[in-house]
C-alpha cells in the first residue's frame, strides 16, 4: 500500500509510529490497523534491527496501574496472503498431514488471568510490564471463573456482536458524549479508563490459553481448547485441519462465520501436537511463538452495508469511462468511507448499481474502499435512466459505446477534453513529477493549457492567474517542467507519450536494448520506417502484436517528441550476471518505482512486462487486487510480493 506522508528519517517514522500505538491502546485510533501495519513494515525496510522489533510492542499504562507480569505477554507474527502462510509451515517442516487449529483472531485487548488469586493483566509498556486490570475485570459480569487445574489463562477481553448492537451501537457514551466507535475501541477505552464503569456488564473474556505449565497435561492443542471452552462455557470457536486443507476459501468461510459472533482481524492458526511447540519454541529476539501464525488477509476486514447516492464518471487516456460510486459515508470506527471504483461499467450493469442500490462494502487492507456486493438492486427506472445518460459522454457529450467484450463503456470522440486531460496526468505520472497530481493538472487545463507542450511551456505569470495557484505550488510545476526539458530517458518517454497501445517502458526498453547501432539511430532520427504501416498488408498482419503497436505509434511519437521538445536520453546497455537479484525475472504491476527497477537489473535480475512460466516473482502495490497478473501469478504458483515484502526479501 501507499503511504499518505513522506518519512524523512528513521526517527520521524518511530515517533509516528509510538504516538499512533499509544493512541490505538488508549481506543482512539488516529489511523486505520493497515496504515499503521504499513508503517511498521517501511520502518522494517529502513531498519529491520531497530529496537522496537526486540519487544512486545508496547501500551500506554498510567503509573498507578503499572505492575510486573507474572509471565510474559507476547504477540503473533503475522502473514497476509496463502503463500505466505506456506512459507511459515515449510520453514518449520510440516507435512500435507500435520494438524493444525484455527481459530478467530479477537479484535479487543489480550489479558493474562491468574485463576488461583483473580488479577488480570493487559500488556504493558515495556517488556514484562503489564497494566492491572482486575477491579476491571470483576466489573465484567460475563467473565466466568469456574474452578481448574490451570493457574493463567490468556485470552481477550471483547465486546461480541449481540451486546453491541444490544448497548453500543449508534448511542453515545455518557462519559464522553460521543457516539461509540466500533467494539475494538470502546473494549480498548473502558479498560484503559483509570476507574471500572457499568459498560464493562457487557464485555467478555474469551480464553484461547493457558501457561506452559499447565500445558503438560495435553498431547494436543484440540483437546486443549475443547476443555478451556467447556470449562469456562465458551462458544466453540475453532476447526481442526490438515495442512494440505488450508486455502483462501476455507480460512474466508471461517472469518465470515465467526465474524457474526465476534469482532476479529484474522485466523489464528496453531500447530495441533504440543509436543512440537517446544521444540519449534520461539523467535530468539521478539520471543513471539513460532509454532503459531496469524492470518491477515488484506480482504479480512468488517463489512458495511450502505445505499448508492449517485455514480461519477471519470474518462480514461483510452476514452473508457471509468464509475466511482459516490455512496452514504460509512463510519467503520477508524475513519470514514465513501467513493468505492465500480471498476468498469460492465461490472457496474452486472451488478445492478445505480442510485438507490443497497450495497456491502469494506476497506480492503483496512484501506482502500472496495464494492463487495449488491443487497438490493436499483430499481429498473434508475438502471434505465443511467445508461440512458451514460449513452452520451459526460464530458464531451459524444455518443458511447460498448467495447468488444461489453466490459468498458468508451468515449468515440479522440478529442474528448477528458481523454486529453487524462493523458496529461498520465504524461507527467509517467515521467516521475512530484507534488503534482490530478487535482492541479485539471486546474492547469480548465485554465485553458489543454495540451503537453502548452503546460510544459507555462510561465509563473501564466500559473499564478490560476485560482487557487500561489508561488508554492507554481514553482513546484516549474521545477517539474525543467527537469523534464532536461532530458527523459528515451523507454519511459515511449510510455509517456501514449503512443505505443501495449507498450511500457519496460517493454519499450526491451525493444531498444534488441536494437543494433544502426537501427537504434534511425528510430531516434526519424527513419525507422518510411510510411505509415498497410494495416491491411499481409507482412503487417503476420507481424506479433507488440510490432504492430510499435509501428503504428512511430509516426505520432515523433510528432510528440517535435511538438513538446522533450530531449530524450538513452539508457546504456549493462548485462549485470551476478548479484543479490541473479536468476530472477520480476513483474512490477500496479505502481512505478524506476529506483526498484534499476536495483533489480543492477543486482542481476530481470524485469519483465507480463506473468509467465518463466517470471519468478510478481511485485505489486496491493496483494487484494483483483488484476489479470495477480490472477495468473495464483495460478501459476509464482509468489507474489507487496512492496515491503519485496524489500524484506532483497535485504534478507
Known amino acids: 500500500m501507499e503511504l499518505n506522508f513522506t518519512v524523512e528519517t528513521k526517527d520521524v517514522l518511530l515517533d509516528m509510529i509510538k504516538r499512533h500505538n499509544k493512541m490505538y491502546r488508549m481506543g482512539t485510533p488516529e489511523i486505520s490497523d493497515a496504515e499503521y501495519d504499513a508503517e511498521i513494515e517501511l520502518l522494517k525496510t529502513l531498519d529491520p534491527d531497530n529496537e522496537w522489533f526486540k519487544h512486545t510492542e508496547p501500551a500506554f499504562v498510567p503509573e498507578t496501574r503499572k505492575r510486573a507480569l507474572p509471565i510474559p505477554m507476547k504477540s503473533l507474527n503475522k502473514v497476509k496472503d496463502i503463500s505466505e502462510l506456506k512459507k511459515w509451515y515449510m520453514s518449520l517442516g510440516l507435512k500435507g498431514n500435520a494438524g493444525v487449529i484455527c481459530m478467530p483472531k479477537l479484535d479487543g485487548l489480550s489479558l493474562l488471568y491468574n485463576e488461583l488469586t483473580g488479577e488480570a493483566y493487559s500488556r504493558g509498556g515495556i517488556e514484562n510490564e503489564g497494566q492491572d486490570c482486575t477491579s476491571h475485570y470483576r466489573a465484567s459480569i460475563q467473565c466466568y ?193 465513501e467513493n468505492p471504483t465500480g471498476y468498469n461499467a460492465g461490472w457496474i450493469n452486472d451488478h445492478e448499481i445505480a442510485k438507490g442500490a443497497e450495497i456491502l462494502v469494506t476497506r480492503s487492507g483496512g484501506v482502500i474502499p472496495k464494492i463487495l456486493s449488491t443487497l438490493t438492486p436499483a430499481t429498473q427506472e434508475e438502471q434505465e435512466k443511467l445508461w440512458d445518460e451514460m449513452s452520451e459522454c459526460p464530458h464531451c457529450s459524444s455518443s458511447t459505446m460498448w467495447n468488444e467484450n461489453h466490459i468498458e463503456l468508451c468515449c468515440t470522440n479522440p478529442s474528448c477534453p477528458g481523454v486529453q486531460l487524462a493523458k496529461i496526468i498520465f504524461f507527467y505520472l509517467t515521467c516521475g513529477a512530484e507534488n503534482m497530481g490530478e487535482e492541479t493538472l485539471s486546474k492547469i487545463f480548465n485554465a485553458g493549457f489543454t495540451s503537453i507542450p502548452a503546460i510544459l511551456n507555462i510561465t509563473f505569470n501564466d500559473l499564478i492567474k490560476i485560482e487557487g495557484f500561489g508561488d508554492s505550488i507554481s514553482n513546484i510545476i516549474l521545477e517539474n517542467n525543467r ?141 487484494s487486487a483483483n488484476s489479470s497478473k495477480i490472477s495468473k501469478a495464483k495460478l501459476l504458483g509464482i509468489p507474489i510480493l507487496s512492496i515491503e515484502e519485496f524489500c524484506d526479501f532483497f535485504n534478507n
Open 145 to 337: 471463573n469456574p474452578a481448574s487445574s490451570f493457574h493463567y489463562t490468556f485470552g481477550e477481553f471483547v465486546i461480541n456482536r449481540s451486546d453491541w448492537e444490544r448497548h453500543f451501537h449508534g448511542k453515545r457514551s455518557k462519559f464522553t458524549g460521543d457516539i461509540f466507535k466500533s467494539p475494538r475501541n470502546t473494549a480498548a477505552g473502558l479498560l484503559n479508563r483509570d476507574e471500572p464503569c457499568d459498560y464493562l456488564e457487557h464485555a467478555s473474556f474469551f480464553r484461547y490459553g493457558v501457561d506452559e505449565s499447565s500445558l503438560h497435561d495435553y498431547n494436543n492443542f484440540h483437546s486443549l481448547i475443547e476443555t478451556i471452552c467447556n470449562i469456562y462455557q465458551q462458544e466453540h470457536l475453532y476447526h481442526f485441519a490438515f495442512i494440505d486443507e488450508l486455502n483462501e476459501e476455507l480460512l474466508m468461510n471461517l472469518f465470515k462465520e465467526w465474524s457474526k459472533v465476534y469482532p476479529i482481524d484474522g485466523i489464528v492458526i496453531y500447530v495441533d501436537d504440543l509436543r512440537l511447540w517446544e521444540v519449534i519454541g520461539r523467535h530468539q529476539t521478539s520471543g513471539n511463538p513460532l509454532y503459531a501464525i496469524a492470518y491477515k488477509h488484506p480482504d479480512f476486514t468488517e463489512s458495511f452495508e450502505t445505499t448508492v447516492k449517485d455514480i461519477v464518471w471519470k474518462v480514461s487516456k483510452s476514452g473508457a469511462l471509468k464509475p466511482v460510486v459516490n455512496i452514504e459515508m460509512v463510519d467503520t470506527g477508524d475513519c470514514n468511507m
Open 483 to 623: 527537469k523534464i526539458m532536461q532530458g527523459v530517458d528515451l523507454a519511459t518517454l515511449m510510455q509517456a507519450s501514449d503512443c505505443f497501445k501495449g507498450i511500457g517502458k519496460i517493454k519499450a526498453q526491451k525493444i531498444l536494448d534488441e536494437m543494433d547501432d544502426e537501427d537504434l539511430c534511425s528510430f531516434c532520427q526519424g527513419w525507422y520506417i518510411n510510411h505509415e504501416p498497410d494495416v491491411q498488408s499481409e507482412d503487417f498482419k503476420n507481424c506479433p502484436i507488440t510490432v504492430q503497436n510499435l509501428l503504428l505509434g512511430y509516426f505520432p511519437f515523433m510528432a510528440f517528441l517535435e511538438e513538446t521538445k522533450i530531449p530524450y536520453k538513452l539508457s546504456p546497455k549493462t548485462v549485470v550476471l551476478e548479484g543479490k537479484c541473479k536468476g530472477l525475472s520480476i513483474c512490477v504491476s500496479g505502481f512505478r518505482d524506476s529506483n526498484l527497477e534499476e536495483v533489480i537489473t543492477n543486482e542481476g535480475g530481470k524485469i519483465v512486462s507480463g506473468v509467465s512460466k518463466k517470471t519468478t516473482h510478481l511485485v505489486v502495490k496491493d496483494k
